[in-house]
């Protein structure tokens, strides 16, 4: 019987942040700082909107690209807060979460042999979905001395004939980082000049601490190169109503809805009503959990600090990234015995690329409660392997 798999599937490496999650939600007593879920329910006016629609009935599909109410909405918040304008018509589509959205740009805008410059660490879907699309992931090592910063001589270095895509990932999963208006206009400048397109992943935009979260697409001459993505589950913890959107030139969006349209058809129809109600009433919401998560960064750090471990203050998204270099084992020799012997799990920097080594990506999107419990263990542990 001839192998019914494809070669290109079974050489892609499961994803490195769900084994820990696996493991850990078997195991008594146990603590997971590894997930990047917020700890908070979904804001019950936001809740209450998804149940009224389904008292009413509303649950057939919706048009390929969404809801026209919620596209609105979408241009709206994009105007209101970055000063972006969009037409809901062309140019917007509602997706099934943001990684929905990650596959549908890659693979409209991506030929076979087509390079797309991946900054690393980062989320663990880009070259999975570079790779499914046939072109080449090039990773882009981000440096601890920038602070996890994209810099304008790093992508020039890697550039090639080839180089169609930069995904630009900030703020930045698993680190924390993020980047400035400066720092974008110096990438904008490479990306006009070397005639790069752009796939701006912004679902942590709302979770910055160091000033207005600036998107690319602001950047004179990168609005009609960018393809923007977001979404609903970071910033009103709507992680389970599976919800994101992306923005982009309507030639682009048009072949993003083709494929959305044969692979789902439609978000879901439910998830799409409560979504108009946290666009339209939701900004309070965000601001109450963004300075939740504030407080929970700075007390992360400040523990960190306590026990000796290295860490760069990350000013975005819900990840602290800590250095264990000092310890002489690697990211996931450290996470698994810190998971066998005091029952934390986190998630090993190598997760996140091969410069991820000698990192961990601890979340704090969980109660300070947890937190002060999972850090205590998390002390201990460290003590005892420092005297070894």
């Known amino acids: 019987m001839r192998d019914p798999l494809s070669n290109t599937v079974k050489e892609i490496k499961p994803s490195g942040i769900r084994k820990f999650f696996d493991v850990v939600s078997e195991m008594k007593d146990a603590i997971s700082l590894g997930v990047g879920e917020p700890d908070f329910d979904t804001p019950w006016h936001i809740r209450e909107e998804g149940i009224y629609s389904l008292e009413k009935g509303r649950t057939f599909y919706t048009s390929n690209a969404g809801l026209k109410e919620l596209r609105v909405e979408i241009c709206n918040y994009l105007q209101r807060r970055l000063g972006l304008e969009y037409h809901f018509n062309d140019e917007i589509?509602?997706?099934?979460?943001?990684?929905?959205?990650?596959?549908?740009?890659?693979?409209?805008?991506?030929?076979?042999?087509?390079?797309?410059?991946?900054?690393?660490?980062?989320?663990?879907?880009?070259?999975?979905?570079?790779?499914?699309?046939?072109?080449?992931?090039?990773?882009?090592?981000?440096?601890?001395?920038?602070?996890?910063?994209?810099?304008?001589?790093?992508?020039?270095?890697?550039?090639?004939?080839?180089?169609?895509?930069?995904?630009?990932?900030?703020?930045?999963?698993?680190?924390?980082?993020?980047?400035?208006?400066?720092?974008?206009?110096?990438?904008?400048?490479?990306?006009?000049?070397?005639?790069?397109?752009?796939?701006?992943?912004?679902?942590?935009?709302?979770?910055?601490?160091?000033?207005?979260?600036?998107?690319?697409?602001?950047?004179?001459?990168?609005?009609?190169?960018?393809?923007?993505?977001?979404?609903?589950?970071?910033?009103?913890?709507m992680t389970g109503w599976r919800l994101g959107y992306a923005a982009a030139p309507a030639v682009i969006m048009k072949q993003m809805i083709k494929i959305h349209q044969f692979a789902i058809m439609s978000a879901p129809t439910t998830s799409q009503y409560a979504a108009i109600e946290a666009m339209k009433n939701g900004d309070e919401d965000v601001k109450r959990m963004c300075e939740s998560y504030n407080q929970r960064r700075r007390f992360v750090l400040h523990r960190f600090k306590e026990m000796g471990l290295d860490?760069?203050?990350?000013?975005?998204?819900?990840?602290?990234?800590?250095?264990?270099?000092?310890?002489?084992?690697?990211?996931?020799?450290?996470?698994?015995?810190?998971?066998?012997?005091?029952?934390?799990?986190?998630?090993?920097?190598?997760?996140?690329?091969?410069?991820?080594?000698?990192?961990?990506?601890?979340?704090?999107?969980?109660?300070?409660?947890?937190l002060k419990e999972a850090l205590g263990r998390l002390e201990k542990f460290v003590i005892r392997i420092s005297a070894e």
């Open 93 to 237: 589509i509602v997706t099934v979460g943001g990684s929905e959205a990650i596959d549908l740009a890659i693979r409209a805008m991506i030929d076979p042999g087509d390079e797309v410059l991946v900054p690393q660490p980062s989320f663990v879907s880009y070259i999975p979905c570079v790779q499914l699309a046939y072109g080449k992931p090039v990773p882009i090592e981000l440096k601890e001395e920038n602070n996890f910063k994209l810099t304008k001589d790093e992508i020039l270095e890697k550039i090639t004939d080839k180089t169609k895509l930069l995904v630009l990932p900030f703020p930045n999963n698993p680190t924390g980082a993020t980047l400035d208006r400066k720092d974008l206009e110096e990438i904008a400048e490479v990306c006009i000049d070397k005639d790069i397109f752009v796939l701006s992943d912004e679902i942590y935009s709302e979770l910055t601490y160091n000033g207005e979260h600036v998107s690319i697409a602001c950047i004179p001459g990168m609005r009609e190169r960018t393809v923007l993505i977001n979404g609903f589950s970071k910033a009103y913890a």
């Open 311 to 370: 860490c760069f203050e990350p000013f975005g998204a819900f990840y602290a990234f800590p250095s264990i270099k000092k310890f002489g084992m690697t990211s996931d020799e450290f996470a698994t015995r810190l998971l066998k012997e005091e029952k934390v799990a986190v998630v090993p920097g190598i997760a996140f690329g091969d410069c991820g080594e000698g990192f961990l990506r601890i979340s704090y999107a969980y109660s300070l409660e947890d």
